[in-house]
């Protein structure tokens, strides 16, 4: 049930209602990021292609927040970064040609981007 409130403490009312629902939201964000960074990784290592394998192996994640901000950054460690855009875009050979592009970076991108937004607008 409601709290009872003078019209002289209304605004602190408001004002405390509101910064307690900005603090769920924040911390639900949060969580649906956090886990969107983990899924991206996972979904990563098995969609990547493997040559000797330690291109898939190589994905991860890194999170840093403040109280109000969460940044995730997946990425593909163990100096594999380099292969990203080649593996993803394509490039020419040395002897002329091209390799083909082999997407797997964009539509995990989009399907997590996806996934992310679903789970805030579920759990908000």
Known sequence: MGRKTAVSGLSAAISSAL????GY???????AVKKAGREAVQKLKQDSPKDSGDYAKSWRVSTSETSRT???????????????HLL???????G????????????????????????IKRQL
């Open 96 to 119: 002329g040609g091209r390799v083909a592009a082999i997407k797997h970076i964009e539509p995990v991108n989009e399907e997590i981007a996806k996934k992310v937004e679903e789970e």
């Open 19 to 22: 910064n307690e629902y900005s």
């Open 25 to 31: 939201v924040t911390a639900e964000t949060k969580k």
């Open 88 to 94: 993803e875009n394509g490039h020419a050979k040395r």
């Open 70 to 84: 969460i940044h995730v950054t997946v990425y593909a460690g163990n100096h594999q970064y380099s292969l990203t």
